[in-house]
Structures are given as structure tokens and as C-alpha cells.
């Protein structure tokens, strides 16, 4: 059934005078009223006469080599109200490399500073809105960006440490000063060390690694579009996925300072992190999968199915890890592309993430544990939710490519297929040009597809594609993709604004100063429409046969088999639309295409897809098998409610 709309809690912080008759009329209830547990915060500090301050906590790393102890910049806002009482609280923290260099959220926002070096604006919503509840935010520049020592080495020690050093100093354990090279030491003697940490992308990656450190303090972590392991961000088995490696990242947000002091570390991030797509003890050390059985803190997780800058393996890979290890999570996936859930679904957004971080950090049972663990983007602003996820009723279900009626355009079914198809390697196409000529014999794919299914099918997790090929010649790269053949309307992810349209007019969310407005430009979906849908896709270096690890040269005229590893997704293919595999080889979105195009013939009997089906091999059978669609069951898709349209509710306008 349809989640209900929860009444607004975007009302107008109320004043010092305000919160305190609110605490004489609470002395004056009846004591089981008057001592009920909280279910929630609300906003009875004042934002404007909040403390700022900066600290710089010392990381024990030396990684600029001068011979000092590298010291990371944390700016504070907290309310001056509870400081006064003695009161100890939580802290949000957002540890980012951005700060100074590029800016945070839709408008690019940076932070800036009063004469006094104290920070004015933080970047994005949280401390307008957390603050007046009862939190601190702090805002850490990574080693080597902004005000901060040391040297940006992209996900590694340096990265990792430069918050992870917050979080101990937050619980008594590490050491701080009142300004950069001075000997005054700071302490947070003002919260209660419980942390909860939040970001996009890099940040979010920074929040992934931190939690995978297993660091005491740590409560919660909400990564939005994070990396889980940098050499998945790189590479896809030996494939590489950008013209460029972490030296490139790292020169993008160093500061002057780091420039100066770095060149040993670009060189080491130059040294091992070599072009051929093969692993190194640089990846090793930036892979936070092989480290989630450490993780102590709770995981909010959120990512656009069609992010094709953090690919969604990426919390696939690291959702499944933390499911083994036992850990407390949700999850919401959207139909955008790398974008901040602020940005497409903002007052739910807003309203989730206010009760997430007063549970898991201020312990209110407000309920939010009992709610559904997944929330889904069908359609633009249509959601549906999942008990569990994936649904428990998931299996892996292998599909198989067979021979059709023309040469290049198969089909897909449960049967071992038999034969061969053969096709062209032409890095001027892409997954796009491959999907739109699926029914056609063209020379540079091979497409095998369904029939019209006769009910929905869903698929929900991260899949495998298995293919068997002999190549003409030494190297050869293979792409996979599965398509939802169909016509529909969608977010349009591959737009500038990954699937939303930013609009003018501002909504408010939380307190402002004259510095710092909480009032942002909203946003819309953009949407577009489409006869067909690729939801997933994965690709390797078919060199890399033998081993992840290192790619070798290969031996024309020769079969070899690789496993290609799909991006996770939840994706319902309608009745009536098909789904369709496409096996081919560089995507022309990628780089670095092999140095020959050659010929690939797939072994059909060798080649295989493993996917995730709700219902496993029997809804498939059922959804092709030509049946009449049966009246659906609530209970097949494990807890999925009806889609709900995201409401407008306004901002707290100052």
C-alpha cells in the first residue's frame, strides 16, 4: 500500500524566546508527558548565533615529506545554546576535497570565510538545518585541499586518515590545535564523539572508507554516489573507463600548497596506478569492499541507477558486502544519473534523512528502523518501496543466447544455446547505436532477445555475463548490456543536468544568515521519451581472461572465456516490452580502444547471462512463455507498494 504522507516538519526555526516558553510549558505537563522519549528534533536554536570555529586536527601522517605531522582543516557550527549548557551532541560531518576548489551541490557552493578565518558558508543544506536541531556540522578539508597540510592521494591513507583523525579527535582520541602551525590545543569537549557521515561522490567515497576502518565514534554513514573500491572507478577488468588516472584527480584539487609539495606523491599515483588496467598495491589500499566485515556503523545508502560516472557497481558491490557482515542499511535508487537526492526528491529527501540521523544518532525511536528498506524510481517521481532488497524472493536465474532467423539477432531463453555469432569490434558505436538496432543484422553486435513478455518482469541486484570468444587478433575489449525493448518515459540521464532541470525559483530548508541562505534553486525531472532502455552494462579487457589482476596478450584463433561483472540496478521490464542482451565490443563512451579491431565469434553453448529475477527461472518461464497474465500477487515482489508521486512542501522561508 501507498506510504502516507507524513505531516511537514519544514516550519520556521522558532526564536530564544520562543523555545523557552516551549520549556516552560513542558515543565508544567503531566510527568509521562513530560518525560516521553522524543521522536524527533526540532529546530529551537538559534543558526545565526551559532559558534564557528576552526580547528586543525593532527592526522600523524607526514604525507607532503617536510617533516611535520600533517594537520587537516575542520570547520565547526554548533549551537551556542547547548555549548552554554554543558550539553554534549552529535555531529554530521561532510569530509570533502571540494571546499575551496570546485564547490558542493547544485550551485557549486564553496565555503567562505569571515576576517577572523572562521567559516561563514558552509556548502549544501546541513548545517542550516541540523544546527537549529540540536547537531553540529563539521566540514573537513581533506589532506592537501584547501586549508589543510599534506597531499591528496585519491581514496587512500592520506584520504581516509584525514577524517578518520576528525572522528577520533571528536571521541578524545586524537589531537587538535586552534590554528594551523601553533602549539594551542582545541577539544571537542562539546559532543558526545556519536558521528554520522554524509557526501557525494568523493565525499561519500571518504565516508565508505572511513566506515570500513571499523574507527569507534563512527554511527552512521550515508555515501550518495561513493566509490567502493577506486579501481572499479578506473578500470572494468583490465577496460579502462577514463583517459586519465588519480594523478589527474589529485592535481584537480590540490592546493597551491600541495602542488608545491606533492610531485612524490603524483609520481606514485603516476608509478602504480599503470594504464594497462592491471591491479596494484595502490588499488589494494583503495579497495574498501575487502575491509566491510570491519564496518561498525549503520549505512544509508542512495545512487542513480543510470550514474554513469560512479557506476552503480560500485554500491552493489559494497551493498552485497555489508549484507554478509550484518549490517544495518537502507537504500534508495533513482532513475538520475550522478545527482543528489536534494536535487530529485528534496522534501522526502529531507524529512528521511532528518529521522535517519535522529535515530542512529540521537537514539529516537521515531520508527524509521521499521519502515521498508529500499526505495525505488519507477518513473519520474514515481517510487515504489521494497521490504528488503534486493526482495527475498530473488534468485540468480542463468539465461541463455541462441541462434535466430537472421545472423547477429538471436534469442534469449533458459535453453543451452548452440552455434556461433560473430561480430566486429567498432569503437565509433555505442551501447545507444547497439540498442537501436537490435532487430537488424548489423556486423558490430550480437543481440539476443525475448519475446514480448505476457507479465512484468523484475530484475533486482547486480548481474554476471559469462562469454566465450575467439578474437582475431591480440587484444580485444567486450562490452554487455541488457535493454528493456520497449517505449516508456524516463529521467533523461544522459542530459546535462543527468535528469533533472534546474529551475529559479528557490525553496528554503532550514535557518539563514546573511552569509549562509538556506534557500536553494529547486529542480524538476527532465524527462524524455525512449523505445528502448539500457539498464545495465558491464565491460572487460578480454586479455584479462585469466585473471583480474594483469591482462596478458592473446592468441588469435583462439576461445577464451571471461566473466563480465553488470552494474547492480532494479529494473521491472513491462509486459509487453522484451529484454534483450547485447554482446559487443568498445564502447565508443569509453577510451582507449585496443590498438586493432577485430572480430569476435561467440561460442553460444559457452555464453551465458546471470541474473538477478524476482521469481527467479519460473517468472521468467511464466512472463515468456505466452500465458495469460494472472492478477498480481502483493506478496510476489516481496513488500513492493503502489508508485507515489513526490508532494511540494514548503521550505522554512526566512
Not at 348 to 369: A, K, M, Q, S
Request: include cysteine.
Amino acid at each position: 500500500m501507498p506510504i502516507p504522507v507524513r505531516r511537514m516538519r519544514f516550519t520556521t526555526w522558532r526564536s530564544l524566546a520562543t523555545a523557552a516558553t516551549a520549556a516552560l510549558m513542558a515543565s508544567f505537563l503531566a510527568p509521562a508527558a513530560a518525560h516521553s522519549a522524543p521522536r524527533e528534533s526540532t529546530p529551537v536554536y538559534s543558526y545565526e548565533n551559532a559558534i564557528r570555529e576552526s580547528v586543525w586536527v593532527d592526522t600523524g601522517l607526514d604525507g607532503d615529506g617536510d617533516g611535520k605531522t600533517d594537520r587537516v582543516a575542520v570547520d565547526v557550527v554548533r549551537p551556542r545554546e547547548l555549548a552554554r549548557q554543558g550539553r554534549k551532541i552529535p555531529v554530521i560531518m561532510d569530509a570533502s576535497p571540494y571546499y575551496s576548489c570546485c564547490g558542493r551541490g547544485n550551485e557549486s557552493q564553496k565555503k567562505t570565510y569571515d576576517a577572523n578565518g572562521n567559516v561563514v558558508q558552509m556548502p549544501l543544506f546541513y548545517d542550516n538545518y541540523f544546527v537549529p536541531r540540536g547537531y553540529a556540522f563539521v566540514g573537513v578539508d581533506l589532506a592537501g585541499t584547501n586549508r589543510s597540510d599534506g597531499c591528496v592521494d585519491v581514496g587512500g591513507r592520506s584520504d581516509i586518515q584525514s577524517a578518520k583523525a576528525v572522528v577520533d579527535w571528536l571521541n578524545g582520541r586524537a589531537r587538535a590545535y586552534t590554528t594551523r602551525t601553533g602549539t594551542t590545543s582545541a577539544e571537542a569537549t562539546w559532543t558526545n564523539g556519536r558521528t554520522g557521515m554524509i557526501g557525494k561522490s568523493w565525499d561519500g567515497t571518504i565516508a565508505n572508507g572511513v566506515a570500513a576502518t571499523g574507527v569507534k565514534g563512527l554511527k552512521t554513514i550515508v555515501p550518495i554516489s561513493a566509490i567502493s573500491s577506486w579501481y572499479d572507478y578506473y578500470f572494468a577488468k583490465g577496460a579502462p573507463l577514463y583517459d586519465s588516472g588519480p594523478d589527474w584527480l589529485s592535481d584537480y584539487v590540490d592546493s597551491p600548497d600541495a602542488r608545491a609539495k606533492c610531485a612524490a606523491v603524483q609520481q606514485k599515483l603516476v608509478d602504480q596506478a599503470p594504464r594497462t588496467g592491471d591491479w596494484t598495491p595502490l588499488w589494494t589500499e583503495r579497495d574498501y569492499v575487502k575491509d566491510a566485515s570491519k564496518v561498525r556503523a549503520s549505512v544509508f545508502l542512495i545512487h542513480g541507477m543510470q550514474d554513469l560516472n560512479v557506476r552503480t557497481k560500485h554500491f552493489g558491490q559494497w551493498w552485497d558486502a555489508l549484507a554478509r557482515n550484518g549490517v544495518e542499511r537502507k537504500i534508495w535508487l533513482s532513475q538520475t544519473g550522478h545527482v543528489d537526492p536534494f536535487d530529485f526528491r528534496p522534501a522526502t529527501w529531507t524529512d528521511t534523512l532528518h529521522r535517519w540521523f535522529d535515530h542512529e544518532l540521537l537514539g529516537y525511536d521515531n520508527g524509521i528502523d521499521d519502515e521498508p528498506m529500499a526505495d525505488i524510481e519507477r518513473h519520474p517521481d514515481q517510487w515504489v518501496t521494497s521490504s528488503v532488497w534486493p526482495p527475498r524472493a530473488t534468485s540468480t536465474t542463468t539465461l541463455r543466447p541462441d541462434t535466430g532467423t537472421q545472423a547477429g539477432v538471436g534469442t534469449l531463453g533458459l535453453r543451452t544455446g548452440s552455434g556461433t555469432e560473430t561480430f566486429t569490434d567498432n569503437p565509433a558505436l555505442s551501447e545507444t547505436d547497439w540498442a537501436a538496432h537490435i532487430d537488424g543484422p548489423t556486423t558490430e553486435k550480437a543481440g539476443f532477445v525475448t519475446e514480448p513478455l505476457t507479465r512484468d518482469l523484475r530484475l533486482s541486484g547486480s548481474s554476471k555475463v559469462t562469454v566465450t570468444a575467439t578474437p582475431t587478433t591480440s587484444t580485444a575489449h567486450l562490452s554487455a548490456v541488457l535493454v528493456d525493448l520497449g517505449p516508456d518515459t524516463i529521467r533523461d540521464y544522459a542530459a546535462g543536468g543527468e535528469g533533472i532541470t534546474t529551475l529559479t525559483d528557490r525553496t528554503c530548508w532550514g535557518a539563514s544568515t546573511a552569509g549562509d541562505s538556506a534557500c536553494f534553486k529547486g529542480t524538476e525531472a527532465k524527462k524524455t521519451d525512449v523505445d528502448y532502455t539500457v539498464f545495465s552494462r558491464g565491460w572487460a579487457d578480454l586479455g584479462n581472461y585469466a585473471s583480474d589482476a594483469k591482462g596478458v596478450p592473446l592468441t588469435p584463433g583462439r576461445a577464451y572465456t571471461i566473466t563480465l561483472d553488470l552494474a547492480a540496478t532494479d529494473h521491472v521490464v513491462p509486459e509487453g516490452h522484451r529484454l534483450a542482451l547485447i554482446i559487443a565490443g568498445t564502447d565508443k563512451d569509453l577510451i582507449d580502444p585496443p590498438s586493432s579491431t577485430p572480430t569476435l565469434t561467440l561460442d553460444l553453448s559457452r555464453t551465458s547471462a546471470r541474473v538477478p529475477l524476482v521469481g527467479g527461472s519460473k517468472a521468467f518461464a511464466r512472463a515468456t512463455a505466452g500465458e495469460t497474465a494472472a492478477a498480481p500477487r502483493p506478496s510476489v515482489l516481496d513488500g513492493v507498494g503502489a508508485p507515489r508521486t513526490a508532494l511540494p512542501v514548503p521550505g522554512e522561508a526566512r
